[in-house]
Structure formats: structure tokens, C-alpha cells
């Protein structure tokens, strides 16, 4: 009996010690199973049966030949580098602004009313039509893409920063003054708190909006970055360089966006579903 009992115990102490791979998850199995059936349908499928030339729609095959050779031969790698300068630079300058004018502008009817229409006027400027003054006051380099960038991801954090701040439960709210607490207490632990889930949204849409942002002052005027990159293999004719610039966006926005989400997931912990 006790040695049944001593081989029950020692097998209990060793089964936690054993590796274990994590269940596969089968909503990413479904979307790689997704994206690789349309990348073969495009290779082996579309572009064979409708005899479409590969200056038109190039093969995925070749995106990724254009890819690799962009990365390890051309001067894609730099310009990568440089893009993503731009957004991360843009982004962080776009998105605190955004925030620190969400704030008084959400505890003050009289600053909204003073504000608000300048902002709305502001976003309602097309970028694109004002980037080339940006170019002409900044000059080619980074500062003038930097701005573009800013403003563009300025408006999606403001206004959902804006929201947070005003999403404050009433009840709450009073139990602030009952205790009488002071403007910073009520916003450190009232409001800021309540509006992470919202301020992450907005930080979410403005991430994906800083790369584009990016892109549209590269094209305006720039020698470097990805926007340029698709300019000259656009003037080449090379179109398997431009679907290999435009894979690379794309994977930028959505690494970007992935690290915010998981980022808010981390920090917003007591919300079941941050928003956004």
C-alpha cells in the first residue's frame, strides 16, 4: 500500500516539470490557413487563368523575390528604417498633444468652447493638401514628416481621450466628493482610469493612421523611406517592388497595432475588453 502511494505522490510531483505545447489556436490556424489559400489561388490560379501580365499583378512569388532582394541587396532596409522613425517620432508627439489638450478640453465647457472648433477645423483640413506648405517650411528632411504624422494621429487619441475623461460613473463621481478629494486624486484614480480603455482606442486608430501619414509626406517630397521606395519602383515599372513596399506597411501597421492592443491588455487589466 505505501508503495502504490509513494508512486501516486512521485508521479504528481513530476507531471507539473513536463513540457507541454500550447494548444494551437484555431482562429490563427483558420487565418494562416486563409491567407495561405489566397496567396496560392493568386499564384497558381488568377493570375493563370486570366493571362494577366506581371507588369499589371505580379506573382506573390516574385513580391517575395522583390522582397528579399530589397532587403539584403537595395536600399529597402534604409528606407524602412527611416519610415519607421517618422511614425514612431510622429506618433508619440501626435498622441501626447492629443492627450494633453483632451484634458482640459473634457473638464471645462468653456475650454471646449474655446478649442473644439480649432480642432475640428484642423482635422477637417485635408493633410494632403497642406503637406507640400509642411515641405516648403521644414524642408525635405525628417521635421516636415515628423509634423505631417503628428496631425494626423493627433485627432483619433484626442477625441477618444475626450470620451474617457466624460465616461466617469456618477456614483463615483460623488463618493470623490463626499471625501472631498482634491482636482489631481480625482483625476489619477477617477478619471485617468476610467478613460484607458478609450484612450487606447484612440491610440489603436492613430497608430495605423501614423504610418499612413508617413507614407503621404514621403510621396509629397522625400529621397528616403518607404513612400520613396514606391516611387521608384513605380517609375521603373518595377510592380513587383511596389507590392513588396506596400507588404511591408502592412506589416508594420499591424505590428504596431498588435503591440498596442497587447499593451492595453497589460496595463488596462481591469477591463475584461479594453475598447478599440
Excluded at 504528481?12 to 482562429?27: E, G, H, L, N, T
Amino acid at each position: 500500500m505505501s508503495e502504490v502511494i509513494s508512486a501516486s505522490v512521485h508521479r504528481k510531483v513530476k507531471s507539473p516539470s513536463r513540457f507541454r505545447f500550447p494548444a494551437p489556436d484555431i482562429v490563427t490556424l483558420a487565418s494562416v490557413v486563409v491567407l495561405v489559400a489566397f496567396l496560392s489561388a493568386w499564384e497558381w490560379v488568377l493570375i493563370p487563368l486570366l493571362n494577366i501580365s506581371p507588369a499589371l499583378l505580379p506573382k506573390p512569388s516574385a513580391i517575395a523575390i522583390a522582397l528579399w532582394s530589397g532587403l539584403f541587396v537595395g536600399d529597402l532596409g534604409a528606407d524602412i528604417l527611416i519610415t519607421l522613425q517618422e511614425v514612431f517620432l510622429g506618433y508619440v508627439l501626435g498622441s501626447a498633444i492629443g492627450f494633453a489638450l483632451a484634458i482640459p478640453v473634457a473638464g471645462s465647457r468653456v475650454a471646449e468652447r474655446i478649442l473644439y472648433p480649432y480642432i475640428v477645423a484642423l482635422q477637417a483640413i485635408p493633410k494632403v493638401a497642406i503637406a507640400p506648405l509642411f515641405v516648403i517650411w521644414f524642408g525635405f528632411g525628417m521635421t516636415s514628416k515628423v509634423v505631417i504624422v503628428a496631425l494626423i494621429t493627433f485627432f483619433p487619441v484626442f477625441v477618444n481621450a475626450v470620451i474617457g475623461l466624460r465616461a466617469t460613473p456618477a456614483e463615483q463621481d460623488e463618493l470623490f466628493d463626499v471625501y472631498n478629494a482634491s482636482a489631481w486624486r480625482r483625476f489619477r484614480y477617477l478619471r485617468l482610469p476610467n478613460s484607458a480603455p478609450y484612450i487606447f482606442g484612440g491610440l489603436n486608430v492613430g497608430v495605423t493612421l501614423s504610418v499612413i501619414g508617413a507614407i503621404v509626406a514621403e510621396f509629397v517630397g522625400a529621397q528616403e523611406g518607404i513612400g520613396s521606395a514606391i516611387i521608384r519602383a513605380g517609375f521603373a515599372l518595377d510592380t513587383a517592388g511596389v507590392f513588396a513596399a506596400i507588404a511591408v506597411l502592412t506589416f508594420i501597421a499591424a505590428t504596431a497595432s498588435a503591440a498596442i492592443q497587447a499593451i492595453g491588455r497589460k496595463l488596462v487589466f481591469w477591463m475584461e475588453n479594453p475598447k478599440g
